[in-house]
Each structure stands twice: as C-alpha cells, then as structure tokens.
C-alpha cells in the first residue's frame, strides 16, 4: 500500500489515542457509578474516592474534547485517502455516516458532561487539584437538570459501543471478505 493510500501519521496516532481513551472512559464511567452506588449502600468507599474518580474522568474528557478537536482540524486540512473504487455507494454513505457520527460524539459527548458537571456539586478539580477549580457554566442548577444532562451524557457511552461496533465490523469485512487492504490504511504496522 503507497503512502498516498494511508492515512498520516498524526492521524493514526490521533485515531489510536481516541479509540483507547474513549473505550476506556465508558468502562471506568461505568465503575466509577458502581464506585458511588457503594457509597450510598455504606459499602467500604468513602466520598473522597467517589469524587477522585468523578474529578479524573471529567479531567481526562476535557482531553478527549481537545484531542478531538485537533483531530478534527486534522482531518479538515488533511482530506482522507480515497475509498477503493469498488465500493458500493451504500458502503461509502455508511463509512462517511460513521465517520462524521465519531466526530460528532468525540466532541459533543465531553461537551454535554461538561453541561451536566457544570450542574453538579461540588466544583470539579482538573487532575483533582484544588488549585485547579473548572469554572461552571451558566447553566441550571437544579437536580432536575442535572439528572437529564447526567443522562444523556450516559447514553453517549453506549452510542459510542455502537459505533465502536460497526466500525470493527466494517473493517474485518474489508479485511478478510472483501480483501482490498482498506485496514492497512489506519493500522501502522499493516501495509495492506
């Protein structure tokens, strides 16, 4: 596979990066409840843990968001290789579809737990530095809100497994049905 046919080394590591830290972040989110759900069973946690793992995943987020971002900045300046040109027209909709529905979750689920933190007492401490206070939003502050943007924001981790789903299907179809080299674009020691 040339180089021209690849995608760039920014963009892979940035790919890579984002694919841990997003998979990662719905798991320890999902230990993170179970870590609060202890607490209020008077299980064997106690309220500084609860908020060390509330402040780490909000902190790690707000990379996400700017890894992101860049990413995005990434692509837009960087056009992605084309397609192989037997692709079915239902086949690249989907790819495009996907990629763009990523791109729209990578940014807009940070930013909707940044709505939902700035909602929630207490204050978040970036990397759970006191000195380090993220101001709120102007956002309500009512347990209401914060239990609908709390929500959403969760159900933003399995829309990401979904993706995440579809898009390892897709590249195992390429990979060993259709055979056309189309992972070896994005996995650095795969040449195609």
């Known amino acids: 596979m040339s180089d021209s046919q690849r995608y760039t080394g920014v963009a892979i590591a940035l790919h890579w990066v984002l694919a841990v830290l997003l998979v ?3 798991f320890y989110a999902w230990n993170m409840e179970e870590l609060k759900e202890t607490l209020f069973a008077g299980g064997d946690v ?7 793992a509330y402040n780490m995943h909000k902190t790690v987020g707000l990379l996400i968001l700017a ?24 086949e690249r909709l989907a790819a495009t579809a996907t990629h763009w529905a990523f791109y729209a979750i990578m940014i807009g689920l940070p930013l909707g737990g ?5 909602a929630a007492e207490p204050p978040t401490l970036l990397f759970n530095n006191p000195d380090l206070v993220l101001p709120k939003l102007p956002v309500p502050q009512t347990e209401g809100f914060q239990s609908v943007t709390g929500s959403v924001h969760g159900a933003g981790g399995w829309v990401i497994l979904g993706l995440l789903g579809l898009h390892v299907a897709a590249a195992l179809k390429h990979q060993f049905i259709n055979k056309d080299g189309l992972i070896g674009r994005m996995i650095p020691f795969l040449k195609g």
């Open 114 to 118: 940044l709505v939902a933190a700035s």
């Open 67 to 90: 890894l992101s971002v860049g990413r995005l900045a990434w692509r837009l300046t960087h056009p992605a290789p084309a397609l192989p040109e037997g692709m079915a027209s239902w």
């Open 24 to 26: 990662g972040m719905v």
């Open 46 to 52: 106690t309220i500084s843990e609860v908020q060390f």
